[in-house]
T-cell receptor, first 110, second 114 residues
C-alpha cells in the first residue's frame, strides 16, 4: 500500500541553522508529493509540491526534490527562523486522496 | 478570496449523541475531502467527493459515519451515536478538480466527546 515515513521529532535548531526533515514513501504508480505545514493554532497549509520525478518544489526558502530512485522527498532550508517553528507533514497524493506522514515538530530557538 | 470554512470550530457533546460538522469549500472547487487528525492515528483520510458524488468512502471508520454534499458545494459530515474514540479534529479540504491537485484545508472542527 501507500505510506509515508518521516523523521521523528521534535527537531530543535538555533536560528539560522540548516534544516533537513527526511521523508520517504512507498507507493504504487506515480504519486505527487507534498509538504504541508501547521503553525501553532492554525490549519494545514500547503508549503510546496512536486508532481514528477526530479521536480523540485520550493517556497519561502524551503525546498524538496522528488527522488524516485531513493523514494524520498526531504525538506530543506538553508537558514531557519523562529517563525518557522511548526509541525511539518510530508504527504503523497494518489487516487484522489492524501496519505500523510506522522508529522515532525520543528522548534527554532533565538 | 475566501478559503475553506468549517463550522463549528469546537464541539463538545455527550457520548451517544449525534453531531453534524459542516464544510464550505472554496468556490469553484469540485473536489472535497474529509480527514481526521487525532493523537494516536495522525491524519487519516475519510471520504472524497467529486461534485455531489462520493467515489471514495474507504476511510469512513464505521457505519456511524456518513457524509453528503449538496449543490456541488457545502458538505456535512455526520457522526451518529458518538463514542469517545471519535474525539479528534475533523478537517475538510477542497481542490480544483481532484486527482493530485493541491488540497486546501480549513481550520478544522475540534470534536470532544465526554
Amino acid at each position: 500500500g501507500n505510506s509515508v515515513t518521516q523523521m521523528e521529532g521534535p527537531v530543535t535548531l538555533s536560528e539560522e541553522a540548516f534544516l533537513t526533515i527526511n521523508c520517504t514513501y512507498t507507493a504504487t504508480g506515480y504519486p505527487s508529493l507534498f509538504w504541508y505545514v501547521q503553525y501553532p493554532g492554525e490549519g494545514l497549509q500547503l508549503l510546496l509540491k512536486a508532481t514528477k520525478a526530479d521536480d523540485k518544489g520550493s517556497n519561502k526558502g524551503f525546498e524538496a526534490t522528488y527522488r524516485k530512485e531513493t523514494t524520498s522527498f526531504h525538506l530543506e532550508k538553508g537558514s531557519v527562523q523562529v517563525s518557522d517553528s511548526a509541525v511539518y507533514f510530508c504527504a503523497l497524493g494518489y487516487g484522489n486522496k492524501l496519505v500523510f506522514g506522522a508529522g515532525t515538530i520543528l522548534r527554532v530557538k533565538s | 478570496g475566501a478559503g475553506v470554512s468549517q463550522s463549528p470550530s469546537n464541539k463538545v457533546t455527550e457520548k451517544g449523541k449525534d453531531v453534524e460538522l459542516r464544510c464550505d469549500p472554496i468556490s469553484g472547487h469540485t473536489a472535497l475531502y474529509w480527514y481526521r487528525q487525532s493523537l494516536g492515528q495522525g491524519l487519516e483520510f475519510l471520504i472524497y467527493f467529486q461534485g455531489n458524488s462520493a467515489p471514495d468512502k474507504s476511510g469512513l471508520p464505521s457505519d456511524r459515519f456518513s457524509a453528503e454534499r449538496t449543490g456541488g458545494s457545502v458538505s456535512t459530515l455526520t457522526i451518529q451515536r458518538t463514542q469517545q474514540e471519535d474525539s479528534a479534529v475533523y478537517l475538510c479540504a477542497s481542490s480544483t478538480t481532484g486527482g493530485n491537485q493541491p488540497q486546501h484545508f480549513g481550520d478544522g472542527t475540534r470534536l470532544s466527546i465526554l
